[in-house]
């Protein structure tokens, strides 16, 4: 289809935006969400105008292991297609844990792939975390998730090879299948990361995109008085600053905010 200019609407002017998304639509692919759609829900929180999220899921069953994860990395091509038909402007593979689970160089394959397939800029969640640390030249921080102990390994070690020490990390389980995961509140993961916080921690990360945690960013960075960074607040802020959108958003913490 070809858009004429007056398609895009005047974004001065209130009430004629034009076509959703015109600054930039967000090709998202992720797990399947049993129950709210966490990632989506939250960028429609705080999206700038002008943009937009296109979603396309994965399935991955009841049950958060290796195996599970690569599998479902296995159908990651197949949609990116579907994104990429869709009009997307940029890709993210919005699984934390389904990035990290074998290694650094599976995670740059993943990458390679999707820009290969779509001639489009991407990045996977846990690229976009590792890149929100750097920017905010955070060394050692305290790791909150809902995985096994055996997926918090594979997420230490990770970081370890990106120069980042997991100084303390907390997982207790609110859930008993990966589709409740999103059924914890987000003071659910304050109380978490009160339990597990230690002197010397650079920043807090809250990991997984299909936990709630975004409306605590702001009151977290006050309370514990480092940088809070979550999965999907990553996620938004590297797509959004790539697609050339460089507006500050406040109220979501230090990130989004002076980056």
């Known amino acids: 289809m070809v858009y004429k200019d007056g398609d895009w609407g005047n974004p001065k002017r209130d009430g004629d935006l034009g076509i959703y998304g015109w600054r930039g639509r967000i090709g998202m692919i992720k797990p399947m969400s049993y129950r709210a759609d966490v990632t989506k829900v939250e960028f429609d929180q705080l999206k700038p105008v002008g943009t937009e999220m296109i979603v396309e899921c994965l399935h991955l069953g009841e049950e958060l292991t290796e195996e599970a994860l690569v599998a479902m990395g296995n159908e990651l091509l197949s949609a990116a297609k579907k994104i990429k038909d ?3 402007d940029i890709v993210a593979y919005g699984c934390t844990s389904g990035t990290f689970v074998k290694g650094l160089e599976y995670e740059r394959k993943l990458v390679k792939q ?12 846990v ?24 997926i918090n390994k594979l997420e230490i070690k990770f970081f370890g090879d990106n120069g980042i020490e997991v100084l303390s990390h907390i997982s207790e389980g609110y859930w008993k299948a990966v ?13 978490l990361a009160k339990k597990a916080f230690v002197k010397g921690a650079d920043a807090i990360l809250l990991s997984c995109g299909n936990t709630r ?10 309370d514990f008085g480092v ?5 999907n607040l990553a996620t ?10 460089n507006e500050k958003i406040n109220g979501y913490g230090k990130l989004l905010a002076e980056y």
């Open 114 to 125: 999707l820009v290969e397939i779509t001639g489009l800029p991407s990045l996977t969640m």
């Open 236 to 245: 938004f802020w590297q797509c959004l600053r790539t697609m050339g959108v």
């Open 213 to 222: 945690t975004i409306e605590i960013i702001d009151i977290m960075e006050t």
């Open 179 to 191: 589709s409740e995961i999103s059924d914890a509140p987000p003071a659910y993961f304050y109380r």
């Open 86 to 88: 869709r009009g997307a």
């Open 127 to 150: 690229g976009a975390v590792i890149g929100a640390l750097q920017t905010l030249k955070a060394k050692k921080v305290v790791l909150v998730t809902p995985y096994p102990e055996d």
């Open 227 to 231: 940088p809070v960074v979550s999965s």
